[in-house]
Structure formats: structure tokens, C-alpha cells
């Protein structure tokens, strides 16, 4: 099993999660969350007076899935969330060692 965590642009949610659910993902976790990488934020006007940001919005998805899906949903995420233009995000795979479904006790890939 994998734990894919994606970091990507708010206005891009909605597509990423209709064609996450197009390619068969049942699930997942949304976060709104605040960060930076390589763009180290943004200056914006702001009532005439000009201010930075350091800390950009952005959303993070969560989902875990068996290996064999694994990669066709980072791919998906990927063409999905692109606009080519910097601050797109990040997509981060880590293998999922145990999953447990709370209400049933089942576990590994059926638990997802």
C-alpha cells in the first residue's frame, strides 16, 4: 500500500478530486494548509500599500491506496493540478505499512 500526500492549488481541488474519483479512488483526505517552496511567497497591493507573503494557501490531499493504483493516481494529480506555472505543488509517495478500517477491524487493502 501507498500514502500519497499532495500539496496543490486551492482553485484546482475540484478537478483533481472528479478525476481522482473517475480513475476509481473512493477516498480521501482534504486539508487547507499554508506554506512556501521555491517561490518563497508572493507581493500583492493591498490598498495602495505593497505587502509580502510568505505563507501561500494552498490545499493538501491525502490518499492511500494499493500499489497497483498508486501510480495512475499520482499521475492523474499531476496532469490535473499542472497550470505550468510555478507554485503548482508537490506530490509525495510513502509506502503505508497498515491500514485498519475502525468499524469492520479490517485490514490492509481492504480496509481502504
Known amino acids: 500500500m501507498k500514502f500519497i500526500i499532495a500539496i496543490i492549488k486551492p482553485f ?20 487547507e494548509v499554508k506554506g512556501f517552496g521555491r517561490q518563497k511567497g508572493q507581493t500583492e497591493i493591498y490598498r495602495g500599500a505593497e505587502y509580502s507573503t510568505n505563507m501561500l494557501p494552498k490545499v493538501k490531499i491525502e490518499v492511500a491506496a494499493p500499489d497497483d493504483l498508486a501510480g495512475k493516481i499520482v499521475e492523474t494529480i499531476q ?23 475502525i468499524r469492520t477491524g479490517e485490514s490492509g487493502d481492504t480496509a481502504l
Open 79 to 101: 496532469q490535473t493540478a499542472s497550470t505550468e506555472a510555478i507554485g503548482d505543488g508537490k506530490i509525495f509517495v510513502l509506502d503505508l505499512v497498515s491500514a485498519v478500517r
Open 12 to 31: 484546482k481541488l475540484d478537478e483533481v478530486r472528479e478525476a481522482l474519483g473517475a480513475i476509481g479512488v473512493a477516498g480521501m483526505t482534504v486539508s
